[in-house]
């Protein structure tokens, strides 16, 4: 099945919206598949959750762009992470003009490339806290 999430910045018009939804449902999602919302990027995203719990093994969250997942890495690994959990795939209907399908042997190294990007930042916000932290201890023994 084909799940469609949009999301759009609370300064975009609601246009915006509906364009997006015209993209997902001409890929092939249902209208009643498809997931959306108007955030900030730091709100938190309940239809996003929604529609990753509703994926099954095999489904397909299909997004217009990589940015409506999130803007950080380590935000989209753990949404990565989620979906590889539950064997679902990932539709990136844009990716500087083309479009990419984890589900296909280009698609996978794709989605591997991006798991490996978040890993990278998740990986660099550990060593700063454990820094952070071996300075906090310097700081009391002192």
């Known amino acids: 099945m084909l799940i469609g999430y949009s999301r759009i910045g609370n300064v975009q018009p609601q246009s915006d919206v509906e364009l997006e939804r015209m993209?997902?449902?001409?890929?092939?999602?249902?209208a009643s598949n498809i997931y959306s919302?108007?955030?900030?990027?730091?709100?938190?995203?309940?239809?996003?959750?929604?529609a990753i719990n509703s994926l099954r093994s095999g489904d397909k969250l299909v997004v217009?762009?990589?940015?409506t997942l999130?803007?950080?890495?380590?935000?989209l690994g753990?949404?990565?992470?989620?979906?590889?959990e539950r064997s679902a795939?990932?539709?990136?209907?844009?990716?500087?003009?083309?479009?990419?399908d984890s589900s296909t042997?280009?698609?996978?190294?794709?989605?591997r490339t991006l798991q490996a990007v978040a890993?990278?930042?998740?990986?660099?916000?550990?060593?700063?806290?454990?820094?952070?932290?071996?300075k906090s201890r310097k700081k009391i023994d002192s």
């Open 119 to 134: 890993d990278l930042s998740i990986q660099q916000d550990r060593e700063k806290k454990m820094e952070n932290l071996a």
């Open 64 to 67: 217009e762009r990589l940015a």
């Open 105 to 111: 042997k280009i698609g996978v190294r794709m989605f």
């Open 89 to 100: 795939f990932l539709v990136i209907l844009d990716v500087a003009g083309q479009s990419m």
């Open 70 to 75: 999130g803007y950080t890495a380590s935000g």
């Open 37 to 50: 919302e108007q955030t900030a990027s730091s709100d938190s995203r309940p239809q996003l959750d929604l």
């Open 23 to 30: 993209s997902l449902m001409s890929y092939g999602c249902a």
């Open 78 to 84: 753990n949404i990565l992470l989620k979906m590889e």
